[in-house]
Each structure stands twice: as structure tokens, then as C-alpha cells.
């Protein structure tokens, strides 16, 4: 993930060596060092390197297809990443997302004892405020 380039201009990503965007040939930055920066730090990567205008998409054609292809791919990975940041687990009855992950210990045993079976885990999480358990 830390070595996907973006190109602002065009908002689309791009993977090494294009450090020239093949969509518009302005020159594109590490993902993560984009993201790190202020609203005004951006302003200012952006006067210092200005678009290509007008834009100068890449003459080979095998290469656009492949740019379109990570461009796509790198948007779902990091769409994945994101949603997996955000997803904080809430207790169905009471709500509060004060819950904790349940040890699968017991359920190690259980599955020894009754064979190959890889059974689901009963409960993954437990309410610290109810003892909810689900
Ligand atoms: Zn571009
Ligand atoms: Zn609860």
C-alpha cells in the first residue's frame, strides 16, 4: 500500500515508476505522503508541481490499459482498508461500542473434541457495559 503514487490532478493512482501520471503526465506522489499532508500543503504541491495542460496521457496504449487496471484495483484495496479502519463493533442491545473481542479458547478445545468440523465460534464479542455476548 505504501508504495502506491497518486496523481491529484486526475485522482487516480498509480503504481512505481510512474511517477509521471500515464492518464495526464503531471507528476504524482506516494499515496501516503499526499494524505499526510495539510489542506495547505497540498495547495502548495500543487503550485509547485502544476498540471499538464493539456493533459498528455501516455501514447502506449498496453500501459493505459494496464494504468487503468491498478487505478481500479489500488481504489478498491484502499476503499477495503478504510471501511476495516472504521468498522468499530456496537452491542446490539445497548449500543455502546465498549465491547471486547471473546477468547476463542474454549472453543479450540470444542473443536477437538467434536473433530474436523471447524465450527463458528458461538460469540466473537462480549459487551463490557451488558455482558452481552454475540
Ligand atoms: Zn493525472
Ligand atoms: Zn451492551
Not at 500543503?41 to 494504468?67: G, V, Y
Not at 484495496?77 to 479502519?85: C, G, I, N
Not at 465491547?99 to 463458528?120: C, H, P, S
Not at 460469540?123 to 463490557?128: A, G
Amino acid at each position: 500500500m505504501n508504495k502506491i503514487l497518486y496523481c491529484p490532478w486526475c485522482d487516480r493512482y498509480a503504481r512505481e515508476p510512474w511517477y509521471h501520471c500515464p492518464f495526464c503526465h503531471s507528476q504524482t506522489i506516494y499515496i501516503k505522503a499526499w494524505e499526510k499532508k495539510s489542506e495547505e500543503n497540498k495547495k502548495e504541491w500543487l503550485e509547485k508541481f502544476p498540471k499538464i495542460d493539456p493533459p498528455r496521457p501516455t501514447k502506449d496504449k498496453s500501459l493505459l490499459r494496464e494504468a487503468e487496471k491498478f487505478d481500479k484495483q489500488a481504489r478498491a484495496e484502499l476503499a477495503q482498508e478504510e471501511a476495516r479502519k472504521q468498522y468499530i463493533p456496537r452491542c446490539p442491545t445497548c449500543g455502546c461500542p465498549d465491547v471486547e473481542r471473546v477468547g476463542f479458547g474454549e472453543k479450540i478445545v470444542d473443536t477437538a473434541v467434536w473433530g474436523f468440523l471447524a465450527r463458528k465460534p458461538k460469540c466473537q464479542f462480549r459487551c463490557k457495559n451488558c455482558g452481552y455476548e454475540w
